[in-house]
């Protein structure tokens, strides 16, 4: 069964320096998905792309994130300088049809120090 | 108002029982609805979708009510395995881009 893939699975980073986290989608989704969940906390929206750029996003999404799909598979999630705040588990998901439901990736556990 | 509300529980319960977990979601326009499973420190997966009939599969029952936007969850014969938090989802797909989790609702099955 196709599935979305996310690497790394765990990153430790000092505050202030960058991120990039990548994820593979199945390959014939259309819809490309960030998310992220503090440790206890509810999952939370992040930002949506769609025909290579951004279709919508949260007010957590600010200037620090940005998203690419920079070749036909990689899904990015870059964030420029981390703040402490920004440790959380951060997932990516894909989906088919905007009917459809999204796949989760494993998510990649970020935790800057 | 919270988009999507949920008991959070958490619920803990002897391995048969049958557990209901409820979800009230604020928009309207919503579309389209799901339960999700998330074991802990895992991806959210998807448990099934919600249709306006209603629906079944095996032990787990969902049902929709868009008049009072309102969506439940019903486990039977519960199993340790079922032990999870279970995550109303709601989907806007006049915007396909975003889809709105609850905050979820922690089942605790004890043997």
């Known amino acids: 069964e196709p599935e979305v893939t996310q690497t790394p699975s765990h990153q430790v980073t000092q505050m202030g320096q960058e991120v990039i986290l990548r994820c593979v989608p199945i390959?014939?989704?259309?819809?490309f998905y960030w998310y992220r969940q503090i440790l206890g906390q509810k999952v939370e929206f992040l930002v949506s792309f769609y025909n290579n750029e951004i279709s919508e996003k949260s007010e957590i999404f600010d200037d620090q994130f940005s998203v690419e799909r920079p070749d036909g598979s990689n899904f990015t999630l870059k964030i420029r300088s981390t703040k402490l705040e920004d440790s959380a588990m951060y997932f990516c998901?894909?989906?088919?049809?905007?009917?459809?439901?999204?796949?989760f990736g494993p998510g990649t556990r970020l935790l800057v120090l | 108002r919270k988009e999507v509300e949920q008991d959070p529980g958490p619920f803990n319960v002897p391995e048969g029982a049958t557990v209901a977990f409820n979800c009230t979601y604020s928009n309207s326009a919503s579309q389209s609805f799901f339960w999700y499973r998330q074991d802990c420190r895992k991806e959210p997966k998807l448990l099934m979708s919600v249709y306006s009939s209603g629906n079944e599969d095996g032990r787990f029952t969902a049902q929709l009510n868009r008049a009072s936007q309102y969506i439940s969850l019903l486990i039977r014969d519960s199993k340790l395995s079922d032990s999870a938090t279970y995550l109303c989802?709601?989907?806007?797909?006049?915007?396909?881009?975003?889809?709105?989790f609850g905050s979820g609702t922690r089942l605790s099955i004890r043997p």
């Open positions: 989802v709601v989907n806007r797909y006049s915007s396909a881009s975003k889809i709105i």
């Open positions: 998901a894909s989906m088919g049809t905007s009917q459809e439901t999204q796949y």
């Open positions: 390959s014939n989704h259309l819809y």
